[in-house]
Structure formats: structure tokens, C-alpha cells
């Protein structure tokens, strides 16, 4: 997680789901459908981002690393700080086919995309 | 996390939600509650502990350390290898007041009753 105005913070996951995220430029992008549990290494794997038919790309799901959001604890609303061009190319899925989130491989690709090294390696 | 069968595995906060919880004898202690989310780290802080009316406690919640708890993904429940006295004499509490779980002094306590470094040091 890229910050938080007031560390430590240590909410529910249930708290977080729903959750509104914007870009950079204030603009909303979606919001918290899901926290991706590593249960080994009791690491959040991933953020799930669920938007709603904006970009022409209908409503999709994205996984998201943690590392790239950001918490406006003001508003109590997450940023993820990329570029428009970068999210409407992103590696997305249905709600109804969901990844399997412990695949490496495919988890390596998330995080290449948005930029970060995976928690795992 | 003290041990899964089939590492890694990457599974949503709402699906952990509910799991039963074991001690080491096989005994229902009771279930996932919740689990709790240090934003900045991107860690689990904690998993939270749901106790319905047994060892004369009533309905209680314990904040318990991720890495006390095992999973056991055959039958999908959690272990949580401690003495009955010990979740008897923990520090537990009501499920209307929750403790402030960001509060490092508190979290200090709770680690060090289970025996665990806080995972913040």
C-alpha cells in the first residue's frame, strides 16, 4: 500500500469491501469487491476491483496488488494511482469465472502489469 | 500461518468467514469472525475468533495472531493449537465493543499471550 495519512490502521476486511476507488485524477473507478487472502504468508495477495460498465468494458473484475492502492483515510476511499490506457488493457475476468488466485504464474503477470515485484518472490 | 497442506493458496476474506475453529484435540472452539487488515503492510494482523457460550465464557470474540492458526484444507477448518486454559484466561471481548486493533500497545499484549513476536517488530 502505497499510504495512509494516519498509520497504523487495522480494519476488517468486511470494512474494505465496498470501498470506492479512484484515480489520480479523482475520477471513480470502482470500488472493493473483494480482499485475496495468502493464507501461508498471511499477506493480502490482491485487491479485487469491481467496475461497473465504464471504458466499454462492461462490468468486470480486476486483481489488483496491494502495493499500488492507496488509502484516503479522509474519505475513506482507496486510489489507485494508474493510467486510464492501463486499466482499460488490463488482464480482467467475470464475475462468474474467477482465477485461481494461488496460480504464480498468472499472479506474476498481475503484478508485472501494474508495474510491482510479486509479494512472493 | 503455521502450516497448509497445499501451499500456496489464495482465498477471499468472505470465504475464510465462518470456517470452523479447532484446538489441536479436534475440539470446536468455534469460528472465523472476521479478519482484520493492517493497510499499510498489507498484512493480516489478525483473524478474529467467534466463541458461542463454551468453557463458561458466553458469546466472546479473541482477536487471535494469523500465525497461531493452521489451516487444514481438507476439511476446510482452522487449528488453533493452544491449551484450553489458555483461550479460557485470554483476552477476549464483546462483540459491541471492539477493541481499537491499530493500537500497537494492545496488539503487543495479545501477540505476547499467544506467544507470538508482533508482527509489526
Do not use: C
Amino acid at each position: 500500500m502505497k499510504g495512509v495519512l494516519d498509520e497504523p490502521r487495522v480494519l476488517s476486511s468486511t470494512t474494505l469491501k465496498g470501498d470506492v476507488v479512484r484515480n489520480g485524477a479523482g475520477e471513480k473507478l470502482g470500488k472493493i469487491e473483494e480482499i485475496m487472502i495468502d493464507l501461508p504468508t498471511g499477506r493480502v495477495g490482491y485487491a479485487v476491483l469491481s467496475v461497473g460498465g465504464f471504458l466499454g468494458v462492461g462490468d468486470k473484475l480486476f486483481a489488483i496488488p496491494w502495493e499500488a492502492l492507496a488509502l484516503d483515510t479522509e474519505s475513506h476511499e482507496f486510489v489507485l494511482d494508474v493510467d486510464r490506457k492501463v486499466l482499460e488493457n488490463a488482464p480482467g475476468f467475470d464475475k462468474n469465472d474467477w482465477p485461481d488466485f494461488a496460480d504464480r504464474t498468472w499472479g506474476a503477470g498481475i503484478y508485472g502489469y501494474y508495474g510491482y515485484k510479486p509479494y512472493w518472490q
